[in-house]
């Protein structure tokens, strides 16, 4: 019997995009509408209208009869939107598949954004989860960066989330900056844990074409940090941040326990999703789809149909690229691959030739295997795995290389693996 391709699980997950900024970051290749100083929802039609057709984009959409478990405002900057604004998308989401009563509703926020005023009213629509874009704790990197808010706008709006009663929120950090140092660096991250959030985001700096630093610097070349620099600012930010009491559950997420981004694991295991707005992915039905980048091409996509539900311009994932996924997204988790879920679907000799490419590596000590105990289990090229376990990357080290990894694994399967039917 031929095996379904992709993921067909019922979506219980939305990603909205918001994709209105003040300015775009000298980093930032995301899809937004720069929008200037002193603009928000309340007095910008613009974002009015943004929020009506994404309301109608949800509208027209299928519903797979499963209430929505976790929601995901990203960005952007979504708190420029008012709490009336706000309230508008989530009564949509609400009247087409349901939310359940104890969803994980995320947003992300830009210190100096927002008011106490408006956190009450986003948390009494729902919002238990914030993720509030740090990035640095030193005023001149963060102008490097071309972020309008400075350090002492940081203090303020974790001040403002506590006297709003949010607990859970998450912070966001970047290393390999221009002009960054490794003092700087642990300077950072120690401010960062002080402020005690109950979640913690650590991500090395990409460097994209289309961007502001994509056009100016090289990885690698000054005045950007050098490879070994910024290797080490991951391994300091593994060690400062793990013993400080927070879970290294994914290669650039922490979190302390029973805080982790129930939404963003969705992503890395793979699973079924919605999305909405400018430049959003979903995958539902097998089908991976990213809607138009610009509001214009975006407006035009959802006047255009009156029915969504198929995503008829998607991809359909083949079993190959079905597995690529799964380890590529799998591989980020520090629990890493369910064995006995991968032999099941991709049978038991994909998962051999697996075990034989991953051989060097293990090795050099970048990839484990964990029995049920939870014991690391050495294995060769020429040896079956043990049914029950988890293939991972180690941390630091393995999470450090795993575009190597990775890499070899892509090329391997695409040209040697059979895939099971």
Known sequence: MKRPVGNYCIPSSAYVHIPFCRRRCYYCDFPISVVGDGKKGDNFSPIQEYVEVICQEISTTKSFDQPLKTIFFGGGTPSLLSVGQLSRILDALEQKFGIVANAEISIEMDPGTFDLEQVQGYKFLGVNRVSLGVQAFQDDLLQVCGRLHNVSDIYKAVNTLHQAGIINFSIDLI????????????????????????????YDLVLEKVTAFGHYYKPGHAPLPTDETAAEMYRIAQQLISISGYEHYEISNYAKQGYQCSHNRVYWENHPYYGFGMGAASYLEGQRFTRPRTRKKYYQWVLSFQDHSLESQGINASNQDFLLETLMLGFRLAQGINVLTLSQQFGQKTVEKL?????????????????????????????????????????????LFSNTVLSTLFSKISNSISMKC
């Open 175 to 202: 290393s390999g900056l221009p002009h960054q140092t490794l003092e700087q660096w642990q300077i950072s991250l120690l401010s960062g844990i002080a402020i005690s959030p109950t979640h913690i985001s650590s």
């Open 355 to 399: 075990l034989i490419y991953l051989q060097p590596y293990q090795k050099l000590g970048w990839v484990e295997f964990i029995n049920q105990k939870g014991v690391a289990t050495p294995f060769s090229d020429n040896q079956k795995l043990p049914i029950e376990g988890h293939l991972r990357l180690t941390d630091p080290e393995g999470f």
